[in-house]
């Protein structure tokens, strides 16, 4: 089984910038979905950002495009989310997941998922 381990959440103010990292227990190749998923207080775990690792093609959610980028690094198996001009509505718990097979944005589809970190933005 594939340990995720996420890092980088804090606490920050509304227009700052944070880097979210994501390190797996194994490589990673080919055509597989890696993503972060985000979940505010009282509401659902919704798609923020999918990546396909054998060719960096990104998929992201309207609310956070020309925000956030999300990348990987093949020689350290990690994947990044960096979070540019926060906002208070960013604030949530983010998971970072893998699935083996095509980028969906589907929660539901995805086999492994790390602890989540916190990411709290302030105004």
């Known amino acids: 089984q594939v340990q995720l381990v996420e890092s980088g959440g804090e606490l920050v103010q509304a227009g700052g910038s944070l880097r979210l990292s994501c390190v797996a227990s194994?490589?990673?190749?080919?055509?597989?979905?890696m993503a972060w998923f985000r979940q505010a207080p009282g509401k659902e775990r919704e798609f923020a950002a999918a990546?396909?690792?054998?060719?960096?093609?990104?998929d992201y959610t309207d609310s956070v495009k020309g925000r956030f980028t999300i990348s990987r690094d093949n020689a350290k198996n990690t994947v990044y989310l960096q979070m540019n001009n926060l906002k208070p509505e960013d604030t949530a718990v983010y998971y970072c997941?893998?699935?083996?097979?095509?980028?969906?944005?589907?929660?539901?589809?995805?086999?492994?998922w790390g602890q989540g970190t916190q990411v709290t933005v302030s105004s």
């Open positions: 990546i396909i690792w054998s060719d960096g093609r990104t």
């Open positions: 997941a893998l699935r083996w097979g095509l980028l969906t944005t589907s929660p539901e589809a995805y086999a492994y």
């Open positions: 194994a490589r990673i190749f080919g055509r597989r979905a």
